[in-house]
């Protein structure tokens, strides 16, 4: 048995409340301040985020892609305007009057600042400039600087290109067209995720806390952790690349964990003023025990995403970012705003109790915990059966829900990575429509190959030489090689196969063409080596990120609970919870099934950096949730010494709460799914699906039953390591002996029966 641990003394345990609620109303006046000002700081964050972010910056990919824009802008085209002869009833794209004004809008774009390479079917009669049936043909040009300096540039000239132009029509596609048109999807998508989520979730609260003034605390601390974080990734544009995309996660971490940590709090809350302590000891005594667990919770989930920072691409850098600001906002947030506002609040948190009428209609209704139906206690009776259910039968639930998850995640086996491309819009947008067009129309595309950059190249005869030896390489095509005329020493050659650009055979090619001797320096890029370099980079720091992850939360799930099985245990099914995700992922991303109900085009692969992104946000949110558990199940065991009663009180006390905050988080996250960008779209169902699954089967089934079958050993440690969790552990304890609420006829210091579970203590 565990030794019961002294509880902490009052002059221990109060410190950090008289900081919180010296002054409560002063802190809540300062948090509106700072709130305000977060607003400000803020304001316009998505015009400076960027959209792209998938490529490792120190590949030779990037290097060479960055050279042959200085020297060679025609070489790797991001702008096409689609010229469309057939809408004005001309015989072609070679009709003379369409000719004239194609090769005017080419010298206007030409013209253009921040525009170079421009080139045209009309000027070079290439034949991949022309569509097969003639009606269409292309003009081709590169947008110089970086992601936002682009985004800049096509916005200040698009209107003068697009729509009808004398007998032509013409549509804006390209890498540039697309990038544009994904930041203000994700933008307009975010802005209704959040007119949906708001409310709904509004709705989900008040009918788990029965109380509005309750139900609008966590709403108000998400709304602070969210501003919060929109300052910060601001603040971070000025020295660093964003990612537009991060602010998804702003705004469903922010809602969703700042609903966790104050359904957590305000129902631990509860607890103690129906315990007969006044607010400012209901504080105190929330702070020792939820307070510690949401701080527990919060490292736990920033150590989850902060692991992303070991990758290069700034796409991923940039969730985390977002998430370990909005994580840690969301926990100042609980810790700080939240007690003020419940000193201040005091009984009248269970103020406009909404399901007051409701109760009035139930036989003895209202008794127990203000805010807690009698319904309240049949749903602790029904966590109390439904989990003596599953230790009873734990070898059986143990095997049968590993083998049901592990089922799931089987079609990630043949899991393929790609890249991004138009096809992450939906089929109505316009640069879509003209990449499609492009696709299914034309013979080739500009920049659709291989690129090789050639640096200190010797004479013709070297390069010659060299451009024998590509096209002697089975299936491709060689152009080139273009020299440049300012500056001698550079030239590229263009190396063509059929497929998809960015398919295994293209992917393969880069690594072949890598090999090929060369008397100079060469760099191949193009989207297939862009794609074979990010994946080697995730590949490489993979192992240190994961590392960080796995050793973080074993460290500090063992401070919470001084065991050496329990944090083991967390890490193997926290993973074993994310299977369900990743085989959904493939299954119907990646392999289209849904394809018609979601409303998105599969691409046949997932994007190469998502299946990271979601792992460490699903892990770090599947943490959250089992700290929760573990922490009050410890609480219990402490207490009673009892392990079986204590997982079952754990589980009884927390499983509603649990449930609660998973559907609600589950919403947030099916609202930000609800984009019509593919790679949000994936990010939001997938991560939705993993708080499920780990809520209502790996925490309600999995856990119970490997519990049981661990019993006491699960809180076994050595000596060296119990002395080390004695001196540096933190735990949660209580200063009164009224740890926990009472029923007539509980006995103190032994678990309530199942029977006997208070009503308010879900």
């Known amino acids: 048995m565990s030794e019961v641990k002294k509880p902490p003394s009052p002059g221990e345990s109060g410190r950090w409340t008289r900081i ?116 269409q043909a292309l003009i081709a040009a590169r947008v110089l600087g970086d992601e936002k300096t682009r985004a800049a540039v096509l916005e200040k000239i698009a209107p003068r290109y697009r729509g009808e132009h004398g007998p032509v029509s013409v549509s804006l596609g390209g890498p540039v067209a697309v990038q544009r048109e994904v930041t203000t999807t994700i933008q307009e998508d975010l802005l209704r995720a959040e007119v949906i989520a708001l409310p709904v979730t509004l709705v989900l609260l008040v009918l788990v806390f029965g109380s509005a003034v309750a139900a609008l605390l966590p709403l108000g601390v998400g709304i602070v952790a969210i501003l ?44 103690e003023l129906a315990a007969g302590r006044d607010p400012a000891a209901a504080v105190g005594a929330t702070l020792r025990t939820a307070g510690r667990t949401v701080l527990f919770s919060a490292l736990t989930v920033a150590v989850s995403l ?174 080139g090689p273009v020299s440049s005329g300012a500056r001698p020493g550079y030239a590229y050659f263009s190396v063509v196969t059929d497929g998809e650009p960015v398919g295994q055979q293209a992917q393969d090619l880069v690594g072949v063409v890598r090999e090929v001797d060369a008397p100079f320096d060469t760099a191949v890029t193009g989207q297939a080596a862009v794609l074979v370099d990010a994946r080697n980079a995730i590949a490489q720091k993979l192992p240190a990120a994961l590392a960080l992850v796995v050793l973080a939360t074993l460290l500090l799930v063992f401070l919470l609970t001084g065991s050496v099985l329990i944090p083991v245990q967390a890490v193997l099914l926290n993973a074993l919870s994310l299977t369900a995700m990743f085989g959904a992922v493939v299954w119907v991303f990646q392999d289209g099934h849904l394809s018609g109900l979601l409303s998105f085009t ?7 950096t998502l299946p990271v992104l979601m792992f460490c946000i699903a892990f770090g949110l599947s943490m959250d949730y089992g700290v929760f558990l573990i922490s009050r199940i410890k609480e219990e065991y402490e207490r009673t010494g009892d392990h079986e009663g204590a997982v079952r009180t754990g589980l009884v006390r927390t499983g509603g709460l649990i449930t609660a905050a998973a559907v609600i988080l589950a919403v947030v996250m099916v609202a930000i799914g609800s984009s019509r960008v593919t790679n949000t779209k994936m990010l939001g169902l997938g991560i939705a699906l993993a708080v499920l699954m780990d809520a209502l089967v790996v925490r309600s089934l999995l856990v119970p039953a490997v519990m049981k079958l661990t019993g006491k050993a699960t809180w076994w440690a050595p000596g060296p390591l119990r002395r080390l969790h ?26 309530p029966e199942p029977d006997r579970i208070p009503a308010g203590s879900r």
């Open 20 to 135: 919180v609620t010296a002054r409560p109303r002063l802190s809540l006046l300062l948090a509106l301040v700072v709130t305000a000002l977060a607003v400000l700081a803020g304001g316009g964050v998505a015009d400076r985020m960027g959209s792209g972010g998938w490529e490792d910056p120190d590949a030779r990919s990037t290097y060479a892609a960055k050279v042959l824009e200085r020297e060679f802008p025609g070489s790797q085209p991001n702008l096409l305007l689609l010229v469309d002869a057939a809408a004005a009833g001309a015989a072609g794209v070679d009709d003379p009057a369409v000719a004239a004004e194609a090769e005017r809008l080419t010298a206007q774009l030409a013209s253009e600042q921040g525009v170079a390479g421009v080139g045209s079917y009309w000027r070079t009669h290439l034949p991949a400039l022309r569509s097969e049936d003639g009606r």
């Open 228 to 271: 919060g974080t929109n300052a910060v990734l601001r603040g971070l544009t000025e020295f660093t690349d964003v990612s537009v995309f991060a602010q998804n996660l702003t705004t469903a971490l922010g809602l969703g964990l700042a609903i966790d940590y104050a359904l957590f709090i305000v129902r631990r809350f509860r607890e």
């Open 306 to 479: 902060s692991a992303m920072l070991f990758f290069p691409m700034y796409f991923l850098r940039s969730f985390a970012y977002a998430g370990v600001a909005v994580v840690l906002l969301a926990a100042a947030a609980a810790l700080v705003l939240l007690p003020a506002a419940l000193v201040l609040l005091g009984e009248r948190v269970n103020s406009l109790d909404l399901r007051r009428m409701w109760r009035r209609r139930r036989p003895g209704a209202g008794a127990g915990t203000p805010g807690a139906a009698a319904a309240g206690g049949e749903a602790g009776r029904g966590w109390a059966r439904a989990t003596a259910l599953v230790m009873r039968r734990a070898p059986v639930f143990a095997i049968a829900t590993t083998a049901g998850l592990l089922l799931l995640g089987l079609p990630f086996l043949g899991v393929k990575f790609g890249s991004v491309d138009d096809r992450q819009l939906p089929e109505t947008a316009t640069s879509h429509l003209v990449q499609q067009q492009i696709r299914d129309g034309f013979p080739g595309s500009p920049g659709a190959g291989l690129t090789v950059l050639a640096e200190g190249a010797a004479g013709p005869a070297d390069l010659a030489a060299y451009r024998e030896r590509l096209a002697a390489l089975p299936g491709v095509r060689v152009d």
């Open 602 to 608: 599969s691409t046949g692969d997932i994007e190469t």
């Open 726 to 751: 004695e001196r540096f552990g933190l735990s949660e304890g209580e200063s009164a002996p009224t740890a926990a609420p009472q029923v007539a006829g509980e006995v103190p210091g032994k678990a």
